[in-house]
């Protein structure tokens, strides 16, 4: 990590930015690895192995919530310098900006991935809900290409995801829509609750194998981003892989009344109310993995709790979006009894305009999954 703040002689980094790096480039140290590092270790290291690695979307070299810089940009100057492309014997790094339109971005980058299998190729809505403007891209290409040509494509879409009180148009990366493509094992959908498995899930989307590689769709954090709780340690990126769910860690399993299943950040809020309720009857997993639905290790995690314990699966989207719909089967069938939904009631639109309303919205849901 010391190319985060090896800079060229006389290179003036913002002094908003220096603060930054240098908590990355203590972070293996201080074990806590936060989201941009995470991806910053990904990308490096695969530079490392040889594998070329291309990352556009509106505003991706900076990070839409100012989180990545991965391009800085000499304050006085205008010199630009990639710290990633300064490793030594390496692959090609190449991060891009484009231009304001989804449907020819994402469209170009799918032909790139196409080209260059061997190369990770990313492409980032700045917010997920955007996507929506390259649906005919989605639709048409990524999902169905092998059903209908045999054509495979490797390429990543990296959506942020969360109703964190920003309105109905920056709150939603449609999870639904995208499970609802999900087929036939045409695709891979995921919504890490850690860093640790975002570096493991980029490393093994770009390690496997290239003539059998689909398009992977990745629910990315906003607010998590900065999440003190939401860290990893160097151990959890050296000594692990991929985890398509975290399971609650608890002692005494025989003891739990209450299980519920999640994904992605309601994981935060759902834990800390169980905390300072003292719920020690309940356990909280997390899928990590949406697409192809983790059975296998889903149903043995369920399996250590009573056959009478109540299982719930808790979202913070709406009842109508988010996973639920495409999880329900899968849950009723491991759990082997009814599995409730806890979310937003029905709604047309993703998300509340009012900030207030949300926060109310969002602490009346979190309870409701005690009672």
Not at 46 to 56: A, E, H, N
Not at 363 to 371: E, K, Y
Request: hydrophobic fraction near 40%; aromatic fraction near 8%; proline fraction near 7%.
């Amino acid at each position: 990590m010391a190319t985060q703040t090896d800079l060229p002689p006389g290179f003036t980094v913002h002094p908003r930015v220096l603060p930054q790096l240098d908590r990355r480039a203590t972070a293996l140290d201080s074990g806590t690895i936060d989201w941009a590092t995470a991806e910053t270790l990904a990308f490096g290291s695969l530079l490392l192995d040889g594998v070329p690695v291309r990352l556009t979307g509106q505003d991706s070299r900076r990070g839409a919530f100012g989180q990545r810089h991965t391009v800085l940009i000499d304050r006085n100057t205008g010199r630009e310098h990639t710290p990633l492309n300064s490793l030594g014997a390496q692959a090609q790094f190449a991060p891009h900006d484009s231009s304001l339109s989804e449907l020819a971005a994402l469209g170009f980058e799918y032909g790139y991935a196409l080209a260059r299998p061997d190369a990770l190729v990313l492409w980032e809505a700045q917010f997920g809900d955007f996507a929506d403007e390259a649906q005919t891209v989605i639709d048409e290409y990524i999902a169905s290409a092998e059903q209908k040509w045999g054509q495979l494509c490797g390429l990543t879409l990296l959506l942020p995801h969360g109703l964190e009180g920003q309105g109905p148009d920056h709150s939603s990366a449609r999870i639904e829509r995208f499970l609802q493509l999900c087929a036939q094992g045409n695709m891979s959908a995921a919504m890490p609750s850690v860093p640790a498995n975002y570096f493991h899930l980029l490393r093994k989307q770009a390690l496997g194998a290239r003539e059998g590689r689909r398009p992977l769709v990745v629910f990315t954090p906003k607010s998590m981003l900065r999440l003190k709780s939401a860290t990893s340690t160097l151990a959890d990126l050296t000594t692990h892989g991929f985890s398509p769910i975290l399971p609650q860690e608890t002692a005494d399993a025989d003891r739990i009344r209450h299980v519920m299943v999640c994904s992605g950040k309601i994981f935060y809020d759902l834990d800390a109310y169980r905390r300072a309720q003292d719920a020690t009857d309940t356990a909280i997993i997390r899928a990590e993995l949406l697409h192809p639905f983790p059975e296998r290790e889903l149903g043995k995690e369920l399996a250590r709790f009573p056959t009478d314990a109540e299982v719930r699966w808790v979202q913070e989207e709406a009842e109508n979006q988010g996973p639920w719909l495409f999880v329900a089967p899968y849950l009723q069938r491991l759990a082997g009894r009814p599995v409730a939904c806890v979310s937003r009631p029905p709604a047309s639109a993703p998300a509340v305009g009012s900030a207030h309303r949300h926060t109310a919205e969002q602490g009346a849901l979190v309870a409701t999954a005690f009672r």
